[in-house]
């Protein structure tokens, strides 16, 4: 007897679908390991920390970098995931030619509060497995900002990171591809209420 196996997708499946209308705009998936993952809906507290850190950070970088706000990155042959916030090397097509892959991420960083679970773990594995060297979750259930570095492979055979420093509202944080520019986290995350 044969067991049934889900069906896994390539990013060119994937985007055929698209083409064919499978999704419709209001359908906000992405493509994680070959499988279709729902995004979860954005409430108010994760859109302004959102355009908080869309205006530190677009300050902070300037023309060192390329900043990208929910666009898609290549990760694999069946990985496209939509982080919230990817910081790129700058590239002379300006990505043009191609969505980001591994070689161009500096940082990626998710704003998580419905979809902590779900950052912590799939796209942290997934992350770490494509050899993203930093990951930053801010946490916006614990009020903390997450920082993953050292991706690695568990003897199972899954990726995590060696490293997970904790930052707190408080405080200031280094971002390691410019070592000079440090972010605020004051302005990032909103006063508790």
């Known amino acids: 007897m044969a067991i049934a196996t889900p069906k896994r997708f390539t990013i060119e499946e994937y985007h055929r679908l698209t083409e064919l ?13 070959g499988e279709l993952f729902k995004m979860a809906a954005k409430g108010v507290l994760h859109e302004t920390c959102l355009r908080r850190l869309l205006r530190e950070l677009s300050q902070l970088i300037t023309e060192q970098a390329t900043l990208q706000c ?24 300006d990505y043009l030619s191609s969505h980001p892959t591994e070689e161009d991420i500096l940082l ?10 779900y950052d912590q773990e799939i796209k942290l594995m997934a992350y770490a497995e494509n050899h993203i060297k930093e990951y930053w979750i801010f946490n916006l259930i614990d009020r903390q900002l997450e920082c993953y570095s050292e991706p690695y492979q568990k003897h199972n055979q899954s990726f995590s990171y060696r490293q997970k420093l904790i930052f707190l509202p408080n405080e200031t944080v280094t971002l390691s591809c410019f070592p000079e520019l440090s972010l605020e986290l004051s302005k990032v995350f909103t006063p508790p209420v």
Not at 21 to 33: K, M, N, S
Not at 70 to 93: A, G, H, V
Not at 110 to 117: A, G, V
């Open 108 to 117: 990626l960083i998710e704003i998580s509060d419905s979809s902590l679970e």
């Open 70 to 93: 929910q666009s898609p990155i290549i990760l694999s042959q069946n990985s496209e995931p939509e982080p919230d916030f990817t910081i790129l090397k700058n590239r002379e097509d």
């Open 21 to 33: 209308g499978f999704f419709t705009e209001d359908d906000r998936v992405e493509l994680i390991g």
